[in-house]
């Protein structure tokens, strides 16, 4: 396993880790010696990690809960007509909005899924739904921002660059942490994978997947004006000259930087390759489908497999799941085109022996109401943002599948039994990853910070 | 288990409980508590509400303590465990409320505490204060770092044949005690080019170095540094330290779409550090205008430029106290090295910096205003007349949308007194909700908060009865107050708008009565008023649509003026509110959990015993001197150890934003004291810190390892890390300094000063880096990956990260490509060892060795042979000709003559003055303006065989007629054609034979007309029933957007790769 921990200065690593010597495996990780990725034979956690990567579906704007895992059909009873109790949102809503979406038991476990995920719900008895999300206000930008860094509104490293930072990469060829989007970006652009105060190395490497051809999808993966011969011949001088320039001279950064272009130079042939989905046969190809989701799941698979820790997938640009009319419409689209590729996934993970130890994250960052939002005094057919409840769920590594763990009210308001914050969902996926929450710290600005804050319980009932 | 079922259960345990209490012969009271309680306290509760730890203000170690209660109040109602805090907690009902934090208690301990309540909660323990044990402030200034700055004397050392410079006798003490001796002194050309890297950011000029090494004068180093420290490239140097600081951004971050991005004031910013520093500007008042301009300067002055500093963070998505704990960050770390923003929440974990601190600074801010205004002269009048539209525009819609919103306030008093009636229903500022003209809006439900109880507290309430029927509590007449409420003041608004008809110019009502309550609707403390400033502070006041409004505008004022080169710079600045007010401490940090009222006051820890609040305004002016005063031990330590830090790469201190009890001591304390003495006596100058610091023999040591090897084995036990300075520290070079470097060297550095910024490769952007746009918000990656500060925060000194990531922008990206091209353009030299040695030069500013020579040589001249062999096999032309229909080929294929890294076009504007719109991407491309200009991707088959063509051709644009479209084969002629509009078409062939070296064309023209005519077409080609069939896809198959990079590369000539070999090395990243 590698870990990138002495692209710092030891001494200074270990300093703002807060972890002191001895403590976490990490002192033993950093290298002086090699300056660049030191290397270990076994992972240094704070426990026996269940899961060794992420894969995170992001469905941005915000999936209705009560559209998709969390029934409700006290919502017909009431349908026209108010419920008795509404919460405030951002915007007004009416009356009660029962699905229009057919739910189905599925599996031994029989827990109801909507048929917007009729593919994926194949394989609920690897899932743990968590009915009982809730986040802090019900707007895009601060519950992105608390979904993925903790924080709704101050500066704070990624979960991503969060587990770069705790676990490094087991590739060190290939970026750890990638964000993928087709398109461009999601609302708060790179803030959602901004490794903050954590060095820049750990943010997320942005991948725009609408891009078909490999060149495109990674910065400078790619050069324009050398070719593989005329690279590694200047490459060999620039090794001869540095190291003539090392001659009496003490400085473990020479090292890393000689490394660094060894490394570089292979990582154009890995990346690359790692990112190409032509060389997969056509029968996996077709698992995933042809879209560009199909494309973005695909490439994730073919990363993880090589060792990138944690990679995120955004439905795309903007916010699309934010439907606040004609909810039935746009979610039936957008369901339709991330259904095939999620249970494409689950089933090649599973196929390959992979989903053990993956750990595969499906959510946005808020829920939607279960009442019709208005315009004025008409109905838009839409649902407003939901903060008070929503559902995630997880599979793969470590976790009980065929699960629903809490729940909302009888309409689908607020989580009401287990209610479950953000950073109790951290808390988990760091346990899982053999990380606890409590230690993963890092000293900026006088404070040993974490992921999740002062607050964060671990989801037992979850757990395999 | 669920969380809810325990508690079922508990109930079920806890009446056992008591069947069992009562059946049993009566316990006493005492002895319950000391068998079943206190051991519970004990084991469960009192490590964190005990003796040393006072969670939430509670302990539970005594009977005072409880009763007493923290934060929350009494923790328990003796004889009521179903109303005790305490019983709550344990029964875990309530997400935020459960204890203890981790580890529930078992069942029948929960009962034990029930039962114990319930009885009345005997408690014997006495004795203990229940008073919370505050910071001891008296043992809190014992630590180094508050003690005042003292007067060291350098040592006398026994021995000392190296320097009797202030600076060298400290450090060679230090080192003479380790048993270590100081290194040499470097040569002369790393004496310049350290000396001008560490003082203006570029490398010396070959001419420059020269200069120096062949200046014997003794006093040539001396001169070298004053004429460094007089160059205007110095301040933009070490501006840029101070900007990491200062968490500079051009930009403000996420904002909403409505509000414009740039902020308006970063350059005048910028420029202001840059000339404050090239002028030597006192750091005192460097500090002062920073904090205080407003209130220093006249209106106009440019320093008011200098509020930027507190002005240029996140908008935090108009968060007020999100952006006043940013204030508090940057001012406390930045200019004192405190981290008082971890007090925001609870008292300071190490430092003596109570939460009443971070909120006596809060009500500073909060009593602080932005305001935009500027800070210069205007350079000319073009600009005026549009301006004076655009700002007529915003004030006049600002003024309409403010009285608007007033007289909606003052219509529904009523509405707003029930509003007090059900707080719950209006959430805080954090919480965004959509309001629009019909909404109460809960600004104005708490502006009445805090005006009705400003009221009650007076001596003559106007709202008595109100208050009165509010401590009974009875909805039904609470309602029926609030409408006889909402008639009185409605008539008060009609008596004052008749008045007002007739007397246009009254100042108030005849009847003093009325007066008093038309005050309740129009005074500055109206609840109903709506303060007149800039919208950035007042958005939560007004309706979403007129926030998008009044953004709007703003945002064209804005704009006009940064578009405007004559415009006057634009400063904004703090200014102080007509009314401050008084902080109330945020338990917990929630705003929606206001506990007791605090001055606004300086940190007491560096203030004298029984120090007064602040009486000015809101104090900043105050809490500006408070920093400057050279009393402060503080100010003058911090910004001598950054200026040591950016010297000697880390400071005295290791932590430089960082002087409290958890920092490392400094490593050299009397030194410190001595620079920092030093500092305030020359009257704060830097130049004069950087001149004792450069003309030391510390500084001037070299940089190497000790050549002797029981030395080197030496320091590698005694000081590794070389903390005690036995040589000096190589430096690695920034992104800024390598760029700026690469450019200087390529001869292409454009060294004007001050101005817009402009994007990192902006073509024409050959401007130092200090200039590069700074968008927080999305920082190009190559800033992060070379570890940029993060303009988000206050970076006291950057991560120094290697990652392969720096590599492969230096190979590939090519704007070093660029700069290796420029650079090989200046090479003079009749041959090519001349030359490779003027490369050197201008490179290194030294001529290469023999070997090096020898390398260079055999690198150029062994080029082109073997290179031209390795090129890629070319599947793939891109061209342009005229179709011929009679032929069914292409009249003549001329290939494009450009390629810009993303498509074959014309020349590198598109559309090319010649060719037009002739464009070939990788997945399509765009014809060209007429028919004789068809685009054509050719391919051309590599060995015989019969191929498949799998293909989409698509046309999406609706204006226009569309295009024509040709499959044609340079023996078969035409294979398929079609014409398309709107439309997608698969053109998919079979069985294409072909010999090696046959072509395919793919031909596109406009149809009859020259409108919308942009496609996508990638073709693939696939080797069908070749050898080797069964195998990876991608081996037999062509792929027209796959290959389209891989096929464009144009080398960089011999010489270029070169001149970026040497680029790229160490002796060019690294200063020795």
């Not at chain 1, 790692?274 to 073919?302: C, M, N, W």
């Not at chain 1, 996934?345 to 208005?374: A, C, H, N, Y």
């Not at chain 2, 069947?19 to 079943?36: I, R, Y």
């Amino acid at each position: 396993m590698k870990y990138p921990s002495s692209i710092l200065s030891r001494r200074n690593f270990l300093k703002r880790s807060g972890i002191g010597f001895g403590m976490l495996g990490l002192a033993g990780l950093l290298s002086e010696k090699s300056g660049l990725y030191a290397s270990s034979a076994t992972p240094h956690t704070h426990f026996t990690p269940k899961a060794k990567r992420v894969i995170h579906f992001f469905l941005n704007g915000g999936p209705s809960h009560v559209d998709t895992f969390d029934p409700k059909p006290a919502l017909l009873k009431y349908a026209s007509k108010s419920l008795p109790q509404t919460l405030i949102t951002e915007r007004k809503t009416g009356t009660a909005f029962p699905s229009p979406f057919k739910f189905q038991r599925y599996g031994q476990s029989g827990i109801e899924v909507s048929e917007l995920f009729a593919k994926t719900a194949q394989h609920i008895d690897d899932i743990a739904v968590i009915r009982s999300m809730y986040a802090q206000v019900p707007n895009h930008e601060p519950s992105l921002m608390l979904m993925n860094c903790g924080d709704s509104v101050q500066t704070r490293p990624s979960l991503g660059s969060w587990l770069m930072y705790g676990l490094g990469s087991e590739n060190e060829n290939l970026p750890g942490f990638v964000s993928m989007c087709p398109g461009g970006f999601p609302i708060k652009g790179a803030e959602n994978w901004q490794s903050a105060f954590l060095p820049g190395a750990m943010q997320g490497t942005y991948v725009d997947s609408q891009h078909t051809a490999v060149n495109k999808l990674i910065e400078n993966i790619h050069s324009p004006h050398a070719n593989a011969n005329t690279q590694r011949r200047q490459l060999d001088l620039l090794r001869q000259i540095n190291i003539e320039h090392q001659r009496g001279r003490i400085d473990p950064r020479l090292d890393a930087r000689i490394e660094s272009f060894e490394l570089a130079f292979r990582m154009q042939t890995s990346a690359s390759d790692a990112f190409d989905i032509s060389h997969e046969p056509k029968h996996i190809q077709d698992l995933y489908g042809s879209g560009v989701h199909g494309r973005q799941t695909l490439i994730a698979r073919r990363l993880l497999e090589r060792g990138v820790r944690y990679v995120q997938l955004w439905h795309g640009a903007g916010q699309p799941w934010d439907h606040h009319s004609k909810i039935e419409e746009g979610h039936r689209k957008l369901a339709a085109e991330i259904d095939q590729p999620i249970a494409a996934l689950l089933s090649d993970l599973k196929q390959r022996g992979m989903l053990e130890d993956t750990l595969v994250i499906w959510g946005g960052e808020f829920g939607r109401t279960p009442t019709v939002e208005m315009s004025g005094n008409a109905a838009t057919l839409g649902r407003d943002h939901n903060h008070y409840g929503f559902s995630t769920w997880m599979a793969g590594g470590g976790i009980k599948g065929g699960t629903v763990y809490g729940s909302t009210d009888e309409f689908g308001f607020a989580a009401q039994e287990n209610p479950t914050s953000v950073h109790d969902l951290h808390a988990t996926i760091l346990h899982l990853m053999g990380l606890d929450h409590e230690q993963l710290t890092y000293r900026y600005a006088g404070r040993d910070f974490r992921l999740t804050d002062v607050h964060g319980e671990i989801l037992k009932n979850i757990l395999a | 288990m669920t969380k809810v079922l325990p508690s079922l259960k508990i109930a079920g345990v806890a009446l056992y409980w008591s069947a069992m209490a009562h059946a049993a012969p009566a316990v006493d009271g005492t002895t319950f508590f000391e068998t079943k309680i206190r051991p519970l306290f004990i084991e469960n509760c009192q490590k964190c509400h005990g003796d040393k730890k006072q969670e939430n203000g509670l302990r539970l170690d005594s009977k005072a303590g409880w009763q007493n209660g923290g934060d929350h109040g009494a923790a328990i109602k003796p004889g009521d465990p179903e109303n005790s805090l305490m019983i709550k907690a344990v029964r875990r009902i309530d997400k935020n409320l459960q204890m203890p934090p981790k580890h529930p208690l078992k069942d029948e301990e929960i009962a034990a505490l029930e039962e114990w309540v319930k009885m009345g909660a005997p408690d014997p323990r006495q004795g203990t204060s229940a008073a919370k044990k505050g910071i001891d402030m008296t043992e809190g200034r014992k630590h180094w770092a508050f003690q005042p700055i003292g007067h060291p004397q350098p040592p006398t050392l026994a021995i000392n044949t190296w320097s009797h410079s202030a600076v060298d006798c400290f450090i060679l003490e230090k080192l003479q005690r380790a048993g270590l001796q100081p290194s040499p002194a470097a040569d002369r050309l790393t004496l310049i080019r350290r000396a001008t890297f560490d003082l203006t950011g570029l490398s010396p000029t070959p001419a420059e170095v020269e200069a120096f090494v062949s200046d014997l004068a003794p006093d040539a180093y001396a001169r070298l540094i004053e004429r460094l420290l007089a160059s205007p490239h110095y301040g933009e140097h070490w501006a840029r330290h101070w900007l990491d600081v200062a968490r500079y951004s051009d930009t403000k971050g996420y904002v909403y779409a409505r509000e414009e991005k740039m902020w308006i004031h970063a350059t005048s910013y910028r420029d202001w550090v840059v000339k404050a520093l090239n002028d030597d500007m006192p750091y005192d008042r460097f500090v002062q205008l920073q904090v205080a301009a407003d209130q220093i300067e006249p209106a106009g002055s440019p320093h008011l430029a200098a509020m930027g500093f507190l002005t240029l963070g996140r908008r935090f998505l108009g968060v007020t106290h999100d952006i006043i704990d940013d204030r508090i960050d940057v001012v406390t770390r930045g200019l004192l090295g405190l981290t008082t923003a971890c007090a925001r929440c609870h008292d300071h974990k190490y430092d003596p910096i109570p939460t009443r601190d971070y909120y006596a600074l809060y009500g500073v801010f909060q009593s602080s205003a932005e305001k935009v205004v500027p800070c210069g002269l205007a350079k000319g009048t073009v600009y005026e007349k549009e301006w004076n539209v655009r700002e007529q525009k915003l004030r006049e819609t600002m003024a309409t949308r403010r009285e608007e919103q007033s007289a909606r306030v003052r219509a529904t008093v009523k509405e707003h007194l029930i509003a007090q009636l059900e707080l719950e229903k209006y959430p805080e500022e954090a919480f965004g909700q959509l309001l629009d003209l019909n909404d109460i809006n809960p600004v104005f439900v708490r502006r009445w908060k805090s005006y009705l109880s400003e009221d009650e507290k007076s001596t003559d309430p106007i709202f008595a009865e109100w208050h009165a029927l509010k401590s009974k509590g009875v909805i039904k007449d609470l309602h029926e107050a609030a409408a006889r409420y909402g008639t009185l003041f409605a008539d008060i608004e009609k008596q004052w708008r008749a008045l007002l008809k007739s007397q246009p110019d009254a100042k108030a009502l005849p009847n003093t009565a009325d007066e008093r309550l038309r005050g309740v609707l129009y005074t500055l403390d109206s609840p109903c008023y709506v303060p007149d400033e800039h919208i950035a502070n007042t958005e939560m006041f007004f309706t979403a649509s007129t926030v998008v409004e009044i953004w709007k505008l703003q945002g064209e004022v804005d704009r006009w003026l940064m578009q405007n080169a004559d415009a006057p710079p634009q400063a904004t600045i703090l200014v102080d509110r007509s009314k401050p007010s008084t902080p109330r401490i945020f338990t917990r940090g929630n705003p929606l959990t206001k506990g007791a009222e605090v001055p606004r006051q300086f940190l007491q820890v560096l203030s004298e015993e029984n120090a007064q609040p602040f009486v000015n305004g809101s104090g900043r002016l105050e809490l500006a001197q408070a920093i400057a005063n050279p009393s402060n031990p503080l100010t003058a330590r911090v910004m001598v150890n950054r200026v040591w830090q950016h010297h000697f790469g880390h400071g005295l201190v290791s932590t430089p934003s960082d002087f409290g009890k958890r920092a490392e001591i400094p490593s050299h304390p009397e030194l410190l004291d001595w620079l920092a003495q030093h500092f305030t006596l020359s009257g704060w100058s830097i130049k004069e810190m950087h001149r004792l610091i450069m003309l030391s023999q510390t500084y001037q040591q070299r940089s190497g390892s000790p050549s002797d090897a029981i030395e080197l084995t030496k320091v590698h036990q005694l000081d590794p890390e070389n903390r005690l300075l036995w040589r000096m520290n190589p430096h690695r070079l920034s992104f800024e300094e390598a760029r700026d470097a690469w450019l200087a060297a390529s001869g292409e550095l454009n060294l004007i000063m001050g101005g817009r910024p402009e994007s990192l490769f902006a073509k024409q952007n050959t401007r130092r880096t200090l200039y590069t746009l700074v968008d927080r918000e999305n920082l190009p990656t190559v800033l992060r990956t070379f570890d940029f500060a993060n303009p988000d925060l206050s970076i006291p000194q950057r991560n120094e990260t290697t990652v392969p990531q720096q590599a492969l922008f230096s190979l590939n990206h090519p704007f070093i490509a660029s700069r290796a091209s420029a650079i090989t353009q200046r090479l003079k030299g009749s041959d090519a060892a001349s030359k490779i040695s003027h490369l050197y030069s201008l490179l290194y500013q030294r001529t290469p060795t023999e070997h090096e020579m020898e390398s260079a040589l055999n690198f150029v001249q062994l080029d082109s042979a073997p290179l031209a062999q390795t090129k890629q096999p070319n599947a793939w032309q891109y061209g342009y000709g005229e179709w011929d229909e009679a032929t069914g080929r292409i009249k003549s294929f001329t290939s494009l003559p450009h390629f810009n890294g993303s498509a074959w076009q014309g020349g590198d504007n598109w559309p090319d003055e010649k060719l037009g719109w002739v464009q070939i991407t990788a997945t399509g491309g765009h014809p060209g303006n007429d028919r004789q200009h068809a685009v054509v991707r050719r391919w051309i088959a590599p060995q015989d065989g019969n191929y498949t063509l799998t293909s989409s051709l698509i046309h999406e644009p609706e204006p226009g007629d569309g295009i024509r479209a040709f499959v044609s084969h340079n023996k078969r002629g035409l294979l398929r054609s079609t014409s398309l509009h709107q439309s997608t078409e698969q053109i998919n062939l079979e069985t294409i034979a072909m010999n090696k070296s046959d072509t395919l064309d793919f031909i596109v023209d406009i149809r009859d007309g020259l409108n919308s005519d942009q496609f996508l077409w990638s073709p693939m080609i696939k080797l069908s029933g070749g050898a080797g069939s069964g195998g990876d896809i991608a081996d037999q198959a062509w792929f027209a957007n796959k290959d389209f990079d891989a096929d464009t590369i144009t080398l960089l000539p011999p010489w270029e790769q070169l001149a970026q070999v040497l680029m790229l090395s160490n002796e060019f990243m690294f200063v020795d």
